[in-house]
């Protein structure tokens, strides 16, 4: 007898009931011990119980005692009770606080056989059945509670802070008058899409509307164009090109700036051009975003580069080509490109490298570029230039540390070394001969302490320059003193906005911070009320930070409420622990929290929120601007100088730069050299174990806003689940839970709005009235670009590249893919 009982102790069952002993060992001792320390910080007091009960269980389980079940069904109930407590039924909130105690009692369950002092087999059968139930009780409402949390974040937006007067507005200049006979075309889309915005206006918009809402789910794809542009190493690839298109042709970039011409309705190449660009000339990110078309009024019909297209290239090239031929244009510049290094001084590769596109407004061509953040305090300047589209000729620098100085600086010397830059695309009314370019901040983002009056002007703000002149003609700034790299990312978007007196031209900034401020463009009043409010004081700045910030407070905003420990999340019990720790030990007072060095501190939103690079659709026939958004939060530390130096951490423009020492824009420290400190800029703020985000989705959206009524049609998550998971892991559920996004949409008049932007890689067609997905189509890579539409061989066609982005961490290509309705 006691040998059968010897073999049966040794058996299966035995090493099954000792594996789930082991688990519950495994999670029990660290979830005890850091809910210790949670509490030691202020937070929730729920893990060291639940610690306690999992190493008890863990303890009965070794000594095969029922009282295992009996424990861990206790543990489960608080749990269970605690959880529906502190998170309701949001489904997602739940999945770290359910899903893994959930799988832990069905384990515990299966050990009952073996477990002494079991209650008689029917009643032990019996509580196992119904603990069991309960669990799967617990999922169903965990998916209802997703559904449900969804359908909440469609339903309730953001919250409008009651109206205040008016913040104070810049200086104005008189706009220069409208030339008698202009020089210039001004296309619009329908047939074409002549821009990066579809024109220089940036609406995003297109009239077309054979394809709708009826027969979107019908698109093909009717070609597919790859430009063979990808990385070969470890190079930072990544595409955002939106093609432009005039006539049969469809004009793009890759990469690595090659320009392409390729037939419009059928995608067959008629040239491309190779500016041989080398790989160290790669900045942030390898980006061609765009290319301009501007056609020469003063030129013979069918004279070489009549019509052109301009490119510029990471090497600081501009390049101008002639669209029927993809010829250099020999009377531009030198044999057709201008050295946009001329008074940028002596720099690393890749320092100055622009990805975005010039602006044409009348015939000037107005050239910003992409410094790589956080290097050093004399980075290369972010003068703004305008360069006649038909010489190349400079026509004017704005370079705020010379004014009244337009032109280059003597020999020997450089424009104004580390101030605000513009990376991004602007936008430009012919009319008023304005350009209205969105600026960065300072070439030390994260501390402001040598920045002179000029840059504390100017930085994250829309300026709104002159284009005959380079003047400042009027300026707004959207964040005080930024020391939170809260650049402006979009693109502006000119359209007449409706006010109780009537429509007035005006510009729609959208910004990280998730507020758009609306300016009238020929002055800069705010033709919303902008309020100044207290902001959080303190940091390794406190004399220098700006008590108040600006707040758009009668039009609705995609600003999400303060975060909370509660919205830690992770898959498991332990990683939300993990999150929950960190919540606790950094400083956090909510939007505009200083920088720190003592402790981490929290930037919420990151400087990935809001909106970036694809900037906003406008509806102008409905009134209805349509965004996309991202509301993650990042996870910051200053780092003393002489720690900086120690690790090695030297800017890309030291001759003792090592790659290796983690100094490059991905690098976990980057040096911000010449100044006090560096920077660790945590983006993507995650868990060390699953590598799943610290906060609970939603981490992105889509919303709709009437122009009218300044209301909310519509906001929802924007992005699925189905390419991310733990561990890195693709989970593949096509359940939308809101994933960062970058590129913008385009909107029609038939009332769809096609966006990628998600990490996802899906392209989709969305309803602008309800916002229900209508198609969607998988891409071969990230499709962080903003599509086009335009209408060739009798068909409106959609152009998307999916290029991928290195940083957001999609899949990188080289492809252009057009969709179409089927003959």
């Known amino acids: 007898m006691s040998g059968h009982s010897e073999a049966e102790r040794r058996g299966a069952g035995f090493w099954w009931t000792m594996f789930v002993a082991v688990v519950l060992l495994v999670f029990g001792m660290p979830i005890a011990a850091g809910g210790l320390w949670l509490i030691t910080l202020g937070g929730s007091w729920y893990y060291l119980p639940a610690g306690i009960g999992l190493l008890l269980a863990a303890w009965f389980l070794l000594q095969r005692s029922i009282n295992a079940l009996w424990v861990y069904t206790v543990t489960y109930a608080a749990t269970l009770a605690w959880a529906l407590w502190e998170g309701g039924l949001d489904g997602w909130a739940q999945v770290p606080r359910l899903v893994a105690p959930t799988v832990v009692l069905i384990l515990v369950l299966t050990t009952v056989p073996t477990l002494r002092g079991s209650v008689r087999p029917f009643g032990r059968a019996l509580a196992a059945a119904t603990v069991l139930a309960a669990a799967l009780g617990v999922i169903g409402i965990a998916n209802q509670g997703i559904e449900a949390s969804l359908a909440q974040e469609a339903e309730e937006p953001a919250e409008v802070a009651p109206a205040t007067p008016n913040a104070p507005l810049a200086p104005v200049l008189e706009p220069t008058a409208l030339p008698a006979e202009p020089s210039y075309v001004a296309l619009e889309t329908g047939a074409d899409w002549p821009a990066y915005g579809g024109t220089h206006r940036a609406l995003r918009y297109s009239p077309l509307d054979e394809i709708t809402k009826d027969n979107v789910a019908g698109l093909e794809k009717i070609w597919e164009f790859r430009t063979g542009d990808l990385p070969q190493d470890d190079e930072p690839f990544g595409n955002q090109n939106t093609p432009v298109k005039v006539g049969d042709r469809l004009y793009l970039c890759s990469a690595m700036n090659k320009i392409f011409a390729l037939d419009a309705a059928m995608g067959t190449q008629f040239w491309t051009f190779d500016p041989e660009v ?76 622009p990805t975005s596109p010039p602006t044409l407004v009348r015939d000037v061509l107005v050239v910003g570029s992409q410094v790589s953040d956080n290097q050093e305090r004399s980075a290369p300047s972010g003068v703004i230039r305008g360069f006649n589209a038909v010489t190349g000729e400079l026509e004017w620098a704005w370079d705020m540390g010379r004014p009244g100085q337009t032109g280059l600086p003597a020999e020997g010397e450089v424009y104004t070394e580390g101030t605000p830059n513009s990376w991004t695309i602007s936008s430009g009314d012919d009319e008023l001969g304005l350009v209205y370019i969105p600026m960065g901040n300072s070439a030390v983002d994260y501390w402001g302490g040598d920045r002179s009056e000029a840059e504390n002007t100017y930085s994250t703000a829309v300026v709104a ?109 332990l990683d939300q622990l993990w999150c929950r720790i960190q919540f606790r030990q950094a400083a956090y007072e909510g939007v505009y929290t200083p920088p720190t060095l003592d402790q981490p501190w929290i930037q919420f939103p990151g400087y990935n929120g809001g909106t970036d690079w694809g900037g906003i659709a406008v509806d102008p026939v409905n009134g209805v601007l349509i965004a996309n958004y991202n509301n993650m939060p990042n996870y910051n530390q200053l780092v003393p100088r002489e720690e900086v130096d120690a690790m090695g951490v030297r800017s890309i423009n030291d001759p003792s730069y090592d790659p290796a020492a983690g100094s490059g824009s991905h690098g976990s420290i980057s040096p911000q050299a010449e100044s006090p400190y560096g920077i660790r800029v945590n983006a993507g703020w995650r868990v060390p174990f699953t590598g799943l985000l610290c906060k609970q989705p939603p981490y992105g959206g889509i919303a709709a806003i009437d122009l009218n009524t300044r209301e909310f049609l519509w906001d929802r998550p924007f992005g699925s689940a189905r390419k991310n ?98 003959d």
């Open 725 to 822: 998971g733990p561990f890195g892991i693709p989970s593949m559920l096509p359940v939308d839970i809101g994933t960062p996004n970058n590129g913008g949409g385009v909107v029609t008049a038939s009332g769809l709005f096609f966006i990628a932007a998600a990490t996802d890689d899906l392209f989709r067609a969305v309803d602008t009235e309800t916002g229900e997905e209508l198609w969607q189509v998988e891409l071969p890579a990230g499709g962080q670009a903003t599509p086009m539409t335009y209408e060739a061989g009798g068909k409106q066609i959609i152009v998307i590249n999916a290029g991928g982005h290195d940083f957001m961490e999609t899949p990188i290509g080289d492809y252009f893919i057009a969709y179409a309705l089927p």
């Open 465 to 573: 320059l002159d284009v005959e002149t380079g003047d400042v003609a009027w300026h707004y700034q959207t964040v005080h003193y930024d020391v939170w790299d809260y650049d402006l990312g979009g693109q502006g978007s000119l359209v007449d906005f409706p006010t109780p007196d009537g429509p007035v031209p005006a510009i729609i900034m959208p910004s990280k911070q998730a507020q758009f401020y609306i300016l009238d463009r020929a002055t800069g009043e705010p033709l919303v009320n902008i309020e100044e409010r207290p902001a959080p004081q303190g940091g390794v700045e406190p004399d220098r930070i700006s008590p108040t910030q600006p707040y758009v407070t009668d039009f609705p905003n995609l600003l999400k409420p303060m975060l909370t420990e509660a919205q830690m999340w992770g898959a498991t019990p």
């Open 278 to 353: 080398s790989t160290d000339a790669l900045g942030y990110n390898a980006s061609c975003r765009g290319l301009v078309y501007f056609e020469d009024l003063t030129a013979a019909q069918g004279e070489l580069c009549a019509t052109r297209v301009v490119n510029l290239t990471h090497d600081a090239r501009m390049i101008a080509l002639d669209t029927e031929t993809g010829q250099l244009c020999p009377d531009f510049g030198n044999g057709g490109i201008v050295n946009l290094m001329q008074g940028i001084g002596d720099v690393a590769p890749g320092f100055y490298a």
